[in-house]
């Protein structure tokens, strides 16, 4: 097995060339495009949270993901008009209500707020990552790593958040046939 030192330092040294940058590959523009639509439908639905919770916790780990996902937004955007790749369209943003005005049945919890967030951004983290071992150019790959470490700081305090609430869905323990019962 080789060395994890040894696969890190050729990992940053792909992403240290000199060269000049070849065009996009075709692989790099969907994988940007795509996740420039993900994070405009995550947009989407942080706002949608936003007109549905009172909790002042939330809202504002929502109102802090929702500034760190525009920039990241912006970032990938400025990027593929520089590179002449036209924008994919996005739906218009939510517009802000009050939280008391949405009918039961239809308002989402706490709890499914959380959870819908969560799943939306370990989502977005691990397209990042298939994304990054696809590229060849290294500005994009480390585009999409900052992107990734970008998401797993709007992840953080959610997932604290989560767990302290009680709302953080836990897989059972597994234990495999024949392992001693733990007291």
Not at 87 to 113: H, Q, R, Y
Request: hydrophobic share 40%; aromatic share 6%; charged share 25%.
């Amino acid at each position: 097995m080789r060395n994890p030192f040894e696969a890190i330092k050729e990992t940053i040294k792909n992403f240290a060339d000199n060269e000049p940058k070849p065009p996009l590959h075709v692989g790099e523009v969907m994988d940007l495009w795509t996740l420039y639509t993900a994070f405009h439908e995550a947009h989407s639905l942080y706002f949608i949270a936003l007109n549905m919770t009172t909790d002042p916790e939330l809202l504002h780990t929502i109102r802090s993901t929702i500034e760190g996902s525009r920039a990241d937004t912006k970032m990938i955007e400025d990027f593929l008009l520089k590179e002449g790749v036209p924008l994919p369209l996005t739906n218009a943003e939510k517009p802000l209500s009050n939280p008391d005005s949405v009918p039961e049945g239809v308002k989402l919890t706490d709890d499914e707020i959380a959870n819908l967030i969560s799943v939306k951004i370990a989502a977005s983290i691990t397209f990042c990552a298939q994304a990054m071992i696809k590229t060849v150019r290294t500005d994009v790959g480390l585009m999409l790593f900052s992107l990734q470490v970008h998401l797993m700081e709007i992840a953080s305090p959610l997932k604290n958040l989560m767990k302290e609430r009680g709302w953080l869905r836990i897989p059972p323990s597994y234990m495999p046939p024949g392992t001693p019962e733990r007291n």
